[in-house]
Structure formats: structure tokens, C-alpha cells
């Protein structure tokens, strides 16, 4: 069932903000044809912005473009580097405009610092997503005693040098290996 909570007039235009009732999730039904529109008001009623997937050019970006303006803190979320939909979130993570997210608790940390959730020390501890993971697995059983190129990489592994590549990103992001002059070595 869905309750509206607030309503923004603009002239004959407006913007409908409904809250889903059971999901925790709010949805925006815009009566206006501009999705700027949309996304300026969207920043502006997150505490929070967390970018999933970006292209180059894509309303993700604004949004979160505008939610810095507003001072509210963005996050974003890395994908696969061969992704065209994974550009964007890169790009602004490369740049420092937005934090990477390396546990979920982050953005709502940063929405709630006052509130903990009992995991001390979680921030440092490695995902266990990536050791589950086959390809991290392949890519953690093919490093030896010591640093390799990722070309040796993949042909220990059997996968290709793209896959190797976001298998190490992944696994670099949980703390399980490390790169350096001579390639890639566990941590």
C-alpha cells in the first residue's frame, strides 16, 4: 500500500514522493518531463547518496553531483572495470568525490554516525563474499610466494586477464592481497 508523504508544487508541475509500506524504500513519481528535475529533489531529500551503476553521462551522476553541492555525503560502489555501467562510479571514486563502499553498514554510518550496530572493528575485517567468490578463490590459489604479473596470473588460473583483473580488484578491496613493483602477491 502506498501512503504519500509529501508533495512539491512548482507552478502547474509537482514531484509525489510515496513510501512503500513493508519495503523501507521510497519511490518518486514525477509529474514533470525532466529527470534533472527529479534528481535535484531526490539529493536533496537523501541523507545519504549511494551510486550503484554510472555510465559516463547518466542521471546517476547528476544526482549524485547534486547531493555534494547539498554537503550530504555520496558513496559509490565498484564494479567490474570492463562494465561500461561501472564507469561513472569510478570515475567518482578516482576523483575523491565519492567514498568507496566497502560494507553496507558504510553509507549508513555516515547517515547515523550516532548509531552503532554493535560491529567494532567490521570496517577492517575482509568480506566474506570474496572468499566465497570461485574467481577469487582461483586468482588467491594461483598467486605464489611471490608477486605476480597478472598475465602469469591468469594463465595459472585458467581465466582471462579481464576476469583476473576484477577478481584482484575485489580481493585487494577485502585486504586479501596486495600489488606492487614486481605484480600481485597475497597480503
Known sequence: MLHRLAE???GSRGHVLFYVSGRQSLSLHAYIPSFLARN????ALADVTVVVEAGARSGALNTAHH????GRPVFAVPGAFASSASVG??????????????????????????????????ADTPLLSGREDPEVLRVLD?????????SEIARRSGMSV??????LALAQLQGLVVVGNGGWARA
Open 8 to 10: 512539491v508544487q512548482g
Open 40 to 43: 535535484r529533489l531526490i539529493a
Open 67 to 70: 547531493a555534494a553541492q547539498l
Open 89 to 122: 562510479c569510478h570515475r567518482l571514486i578516482a576523483q575523491g568525490r565519492a567514498q568507496i563502499v566497502v560494507h553496507p553498514a558504510d553509507p549508513v554510518a555516515a547517515a547515523r554516525p550516532d548509531v552503532t550496530d554493535g560491529r567494532a572493528g567490521a
Open 142 to 150: 594461483a598467486l605464489g610466494r611471490r608477486a605476480l604479473p597478472e
Open 162 to 167: 579481464a576476469d583476473v583483473t576484477d577478481a
